[in-house]
Nanobody, 124 residues
Framework: VQLQASGGGLVQAGGFLRLSCASSGRASGTNAMGWFRQALGKEREFVAAISWSGASTGYADSVKGRFTVSRDNAKNMMFLQMNSLKPEDTAVYYC??????????????????WGQGTLVTVSS
């Protein structure tokens, strides 16, 4: 399984970006997908997760109300719409996949596969 994150870039505070995560490789059954981020000098942190059906989503308190996670299983894609961006959102964003679950894992250690990351820079 390979994950490819894209859509990062430089944006001013208050702006928006939409990240995408393309999944390819061995087809799996149910899975959960998530977004994590890592700022320079900090540990990787949970951002958002979405269940297989998309009916359940979860967000870090720091992004709740500003970010929206979604997925298109027919296209093997996951998205993260990021609005009202703040300088503290600056980080490398990673997408991840946890196979064989209908749940909503928020711990990075639970995920099986990771993308390479895409850099988001928010200027003040």
């Amino acid at each position: 399984v390979q994950l490819q994150a894209s859509g990062g870039g430089l944006v001013q505070a208050g702006g928006f970006l939409r990240l995408s995560c393309a999944s390819s490789g061995r087809a799996s059954g149910t899975n959960a997908m998530g977004w994590f981020r890592q700022a320079l000098g900090k540990e990787r942190e949970f951002v958002a997760a979405i269940s297989w059906s998309g009916a359940s989503t979860g967000y870090a308190d720091s992004v709740k109300g500003r970010f929206t996670v979604s997925r298109d299983n027919a296209k093997n894609m996951m998205f993260l719409q990021m609005n009202s961006l703040k300088p503290e959102d600056t980080a490398v964003y990673y997408c991840a996949k946890k196979e064989g679950t209908i749940g909503l894992p928020i711990q990075s250690s639970l995920y099986d596969y990771w993308g390479q990351g895409t850099l988001v820079t928010v200027s003040s």
